[in-house]
């Protein structure tokens, strides 16, 4: 198996400090070599332009490289939630899959794979062909793995934030290097926003966690994300903010342009410049709070930006005042999270 | 029902979950799989209970298949390793129908079935969601809180075990009929969040309405009858055809008229995908084998 880690490493107090203690170092003004999370926030005017020079561009901004993709077995976690005819902005759109998938094959991935787990939606083929990226699938030969039907092997819990001894991971994580969050850019009414780390969710299978994934909504929807980031550990992630979504995200939201695609290696650090695009304080997100200094970190002297700035790309997203998760991200007097 | 009157496709498609079964009884989620999924199992044993007298021998092995993996409390779980996941009870109830020789694993998994209540409390003035949160139905998991497909799921099943008139089971479609959206359907179960309809969901609103049948007036679920009407012809994919055909033959008493054509195309788009999950695949072998609706069929073949 290739991520055997998944069953037997579970990370030290040491290792984690030495972690927190790297993005610490990284912040310091003057270092020799910035060892700062590099994310990159590039331009895509929509999706009719060819995405994947772009992606190709933003990868080789974050460092990565040939020799570390090369015969990596990787799967694409899009963002399938529901669909609705003519809303595209509700789940990553299909031309950033295939983008992604062409990247990384370029690049010299053995071999990449598409998965996603709907969290409402038990007819997945039904989603897929709604939401356009069946066809995609098709033209660039990708496999699909239903990712709520799969069986299940049950791994520690590394992050214990919620009260979950164990989680019970699709036997496709065992058999794939890689994990690449494909995210969309949107709010959400229970979370403030849903990016990079929240999509994780989708991994989870239906079979044993429900629809919707109830098991985690009872175990603490901010803790849970933490667990599943902190005991997965995606390697990339890639957050489709060319049209993204404001207001009643996830689903009921309006279509947002923000012309972007943000890119990077640790979750926490793409999660908080995404949401700085959107105009959000990532502090005020709780779970992504909680993730600083432990998973990665969100402070914006802690994360290297490179690609357009963030003053050339800020496009406030509406939150809704009635919504308590965006209550809190409005409301300047109070700490952090809903 | 003898095997001459079922439709044509029922015998294509219970020979393709041929391939995908063990000797055991058992079957796997897909080809090329390696251990056998009781999902997979459980459907496929249902289908064959409707499959005619030429499938008897098979489906009593994929029926002993479900039975020996029934806990003592009566459930039948996704795996050892999460018992709480018992929602393939319901299927196996629907597929030890009519079958002396498992009928006292249908008896203890009924008695659990109803034993079970989907997580409950007091309603919220202020919580954005409008569901009614003392009605409880089914969970998917166990102490989670009920959902509409896992609900409807059991009401088949109860109503097949003649227990439609008990209490559980007329909560369960009170809970059902709480969780209708108001422009017609259903989704996962929530009909309303912040003020906002919710969009229903083909698979989920075909499972529910076939739930209904039989004990709710059409006036009260006439929008989410509409809107089968409006998906239905179109679906080209095993689950939600499969369940918009269960509810069309149960609330018409006919099958569709377009039932023959949606099924073969399904069927012949299946490469486009890899492969179907054995389950729907199954699902689709029931509906095509249920002219006048599931529990009508299982009456039929008793």
């Known amino acids: ?338 | 029902m003898s095997a001459a009157l079922l439709d044509p496709s029922t015998p294509v498609l219970l020979e393709s979950l041929a391939h995908r079964a063990l000797p055991d009884g058992s079957a796997l989620a897909r080809p090329g799989e390696t251990e056998a999924a009781m999902e997979a199992t459980v459907w496929r044993a249902l289908a064959l209970r409707l499959g005619g007298a030429a499938n008897a021998a098979s489906s009593r092995n994929a029926s002993a298949a479900v039975a020996r993996q029934q806990a003592a409390d009566g459930r039948v779980s996704v795996s050892d390793l999460h018992p709480g996941a018992y929602s393939p009870t319901s299927i196996a109830i629907l597929a030890w129908h009519g079958s002396p020789e498992f009928e006292d694993a249908r008896r203890r998994a009924v008695a659990f079935l109803l034993a079970q209540r989907g997580d409950h409390f007091p309603r919220s003035a202020a919580s954005p969601v409008t569901v009614d949160t003392e009605l409880a139905g089914w969970p998917w998991i166990e102490r989670t809180f009920s959902w509409a497909e896992p609900t409807a799921m059991a009401l088949l099943a109860l109503d097949s075990a003649d227990e439609g008139d008990h209490p559980r089971a007329r909560e369960g479609r009170a809970v059902l009929l709480d969780r209708q959206i108001a422009t017609g359907g259903w989704n996962y179960g929530n009909s309303r969040v912040f003020g906002s309809d919710l969009r229903p969901a083909p698979e989920s609103t075909g499972l529910v309405l076939a739930a209904l049948a039989g004990h709710t007036p059409a006036t009260k679920v006439g929008a989410s009858l509409q809107y089968l009407e409006a998906f239905a012809p179109a679906m080209r994919t095993p689950l939600a055809l499969g369940w918009a055909l269960l509810a069309w033959s149960a609330w018409r008493g006919a099958a569709a008229p377009f039932a023959a054509t949606a099924i073969h195309e399904t069927l012949a788009r299946e490469s486009r995908y890899g492969s179907y999950e054995s389950a729907d695949l199954a699902l689709l072998a029931v509906a095509a084998a249920a002219p006048r609706g599931l529990l009508a069929a299982l009456r039929e073949s008793a």
């Open chain 1, 1 to 338: 198996m290739s991520r055997d880690w998944l069953v037997t490493h579970r990370p030290s107090r040491r290792e984690l400090l030495a972690a927190g203690a790297i993005f610490a170092t990284g912040a310091l003004a003057g270092c020799k070599r910035d060892l700062r999370p590099r994310v990159c926030v590039a331009r895509a005017a929509s999706y009719a332009v060819d995405l994947e020079p772009i992606l190709r561009a933003a990868f080789r901004e974050v460092g990565l490289t040939p020799g570390m993709v090369s015969g990596k077995r990787i799967l694409l976690k899009p963002n399938l939630v529901e669909t609705a005819s003519g809303e595209g902005h509700i789940n990553t759109h299909p031309e950033v899959v295939r983008a992604a998938a062409k990247a990384l094959a370029a690049l010299g991935a053995a071999e990449v794979l598409v998965g996603e787990g709907p969290g409402h939606r038990r007819d997945t083929v039904l989603v897929l062909e709604e939401s356009g990226l069946a066809q995609i699938l098709v033209d660039e030969k990708l496999r699909f793995v239903d990712l709520n039907r799969q069986r299940g092997f049950a791994v520690a819990n590394v992050g214990r934030r919620s009260g979950l001894v164990r989680l019970t991971l699709p036997v496709v994580l065992s058999e794939i290097d890689w994990i690449v969050s494909l995210a969309k850019l949107k709010t959400h009414h229970w979370t403030g926003a849903t990016l990079a780390m929240k999509n994780l969710f989708g991994l989870m299978p239906g079979s044993y966690y429900g629809w919707p994934k109830n098991v985690l909504h009872y175990a603490g929807l901010q803790e849970s994300i933490l667990d599943i980031n902190a005991t997965v550990r995606p390697q990339l992630a890639i957050v489709d903010g060319i049209v993204g979504m404001e207001g009643d995200g996830p689903i009921l939201g309006t279509a947002k342009p923000a012309g972007v695609l943000v890119v990077g290696t640790n979750l926490p650090a793409v999660d908080a410049t995404a949401a700085r695009v959107m105009g959000i304080d990532p502090a005020r997100i709780r779970y992504l709070a909680d993730a600083a200094g432990w998973l990665g970190p969100i402070a914006e002297d802690a994360i290297h930006q490179v690609g357009e700035s963030l003053a050339s790309v800020l496009t406030p997203f509406q939150l809704v005042d009635r919504i308590p998760a965006h209550k809190a991200l409005l409301d300047k007097e109070s700490g952090a999270g809903y």
